[in-house]
């Protein structure tokens, strides 16, 4: 079974501009979660979608938005991008009904670089 | 305020020998606690998932505990090899699984 995969795996971007990163989960998650990751605040949770609906929420502005497709793909949207985005965003998808409770399989990420 | 403080934040060992690595926590109500292996430059593995009522699960050379009293974890890597050289993350979920609480990581450097 392929793994989760995320692309692009780098990204540059100037201020104000916006982003958007695609996670492509193991066949027959239903689960997407994403994570953002930063030298100074480590791991933070953003968002999970299950059947097309978001199901959870971290403490991060409205900037920060995602959505899930039928086939479960999933993407994450970043508007008018701040330097302090600059990290490494991580899509994690989960094989049931527990979302981000239940065990969780990680892609290797997306390095966003925000000048 | 829900929190994970792990230590240390890092260590160096040298190749063979055993470590521990600490997490204590302050997520409550409590479901579950999980220990994530990073790469440099790779997403976190999974090593081991521990709800409140077992103590003690093993991954091979890994061995998490768990005492749900004192709301402490511990990652013990036995005959250390240098493929361990990693961050070692501890993430817990509150009881209801809708949040997950992260550490700030242990990053092991294990040295030939």
């Known amino acids: 079974k392929a793994g989760v995969t995320q692309t692009p795996r780098y990204l540059i971007k100037t201020r104000g501009q916006q982003v958007t990163l695609s996670c492509s989960p193991i066949?027959?998650?239903?689960?997407v979660s994403w994570y953002q990751q930063t030298p100074g605040q480590g791991l933070q949770f953003l968002f999970e979608?299950?059947?097309?609906?978001?199901?959870n929420k971290g403490n991060f502005p409205g900037r920060f938005s995602g959505r899930q497709f039928s086939n479960s793909r999933s993407e994450m949207n970043v508007s008018t991008l701040e330097l302090g985005d600059s990290a490494l965003y991580l899509c994690?998808?989960?094989?049931?009904?527990?979302?981000?409770?239940?065990?969780?399989?990680f892609g290797s990420g997306t390095q966003l670089s925000v000048l | 305020k829900n929190q994970v403080e792990q230590s240390p934040q890092s260590l160096i060992i040298l190749e063979g020998k055993n470590c521990t690595l600490q997490?204590?926590?302050?997520?409550?109500?409590?479901?579950?606690l999980r220990w994530y292996k990073q790469d440099t430059g790779r997403g976190p593995v999974s090593l081991t998932i521990?709800?409140?009522?077992?103590n003690t699960k093993s991954n091979g050379r890994y061995t998490a505990t768990l005492d749900a009293d004192t709301k402490q974890s511990s990652l013990h890597i036995t005959a250390s090899q240098l493929s361990d050289s990693a961050s070692y993350i501890c993430?817990?979920?509150?009881?209801?699984?809708?949040?997950?609480?992260f550490g700030g990581g242990t990053r092991l450097m294990v040295k030939p």
């Open positions: 994690a998808s989960s094989p049931s009904g527990q979302g981000v409770g239940g065990k969780l399989f």
């Open positions: 066949s027959g998650h239903r689960s």
């Open positions: 979608y299950f059947s097309e609906t978001q199901r």
């Open positions: 997490c204590n926590y302050t997520v409550s109500p409590f479901s579950n």
């Open positions: 521990m709800t409140f009522s077992e």
């Open positions: 993430v817990v979920s509150d009881n209801a699984g809708n949040m997950l609480t």
